[in-house]
């Protein structure tokens, strides 16, 4: 499987709990030493208990009746792959877009998320 | 020079240029393959030459009237270094804070930014 397939893979697996409200796949890509930029933040989150304190407020919290990845592409060097796509949530009569950027990590556990930037997509 | 003070030097460098209105020593920065998610566009741009292109409306207008980077980071392995930063844009009465994700890559050439990922921070 090539990288972009298994990072794409691991992504859904992630986000197919993310948008049913319950944060812990996506919590278990993340390395110890993740980053985060992310709306409703003011600050970049840096380390995985900063991040997982921040996520308790979405637990059980449906984000999307359903979601694609689109355009997914990796830019890989050494044991980095930056994996960025469009997000393009469903949510009834109110779709959103985001744009996703996914830095991983291959360590000896695993892809781990080192760095993760999303950002709704605003055309002004 | 570490890592990280040689990058933000790069970036000072560029986005002294940038508020002013000149794109040339941004786009000197970038690799030919570089990928883009920022406002206003509604999708990843890929390599130079649309960023080039999407980057001329930008030309002669100045942004800010000064601005900082604030509390840096660099998240190095390999060739590659995700620089990540607060953005502050000092603009009369209206200010503005972004997010700011750099992923740069050491090329025989000199670092490289190969993805740049900036979103305005909002706190809702």
């Known amino acids: 499987m090539n990288i972009a397939r298994k990072l794409v893979a691991l992504?859904?697996?992630?986000?197919d709990g993310w948008v049913k409200g319950n944060p812990d796949h996506d919590l278990?890509?993340?390395d110890p030493a993740v980053t985060l930029f992310q709306t409703p933040f003011a600050?970049?989150?840096d380390g995985l208990p900063a991040v997982r304190e921040s996520y308790e407020r979405y637990?059980?919290?449906p984000v999307c009746d359903g979601y694609e990845i689109v355009d997914p592409?990796?830019?890989a060097s050494g044991d980095i792959?930056?994996?960025?796509?469009?997000?393009e949530c469903r949510n009834g009569s109110d779709p959103s877009r985001y744009f996703a950027t996914q830095?991983?990590?291959?360590k000896k556990e695993g892809w781990k998320v080192i760095h993760t930037h999303w950002?709704?997509?605003?055309?002004q």
Chains 1, 2 share one sequence.
Request: aromatic share 12%; no cysteine; hydrophobic share 40%.
């Open 11 to 15: 992504e859904r697996q992630a986000l």
């Open 28 to 30: 278990a890509t993340y």
């Open 43 to 45: 600050t970049r989150l």
């Open 59 to 61: 637990r059980g919290m």
């Open 73 to 75: 592409k990796v830019q």
């Open 81 to 87: 792959a930056v994996l960025t796509f469009h997000f």
């Open 103 to 106: 830095v991983w990590q291959q």
């Open 119 to 123: 950002s709704k997509v605003r055309t």
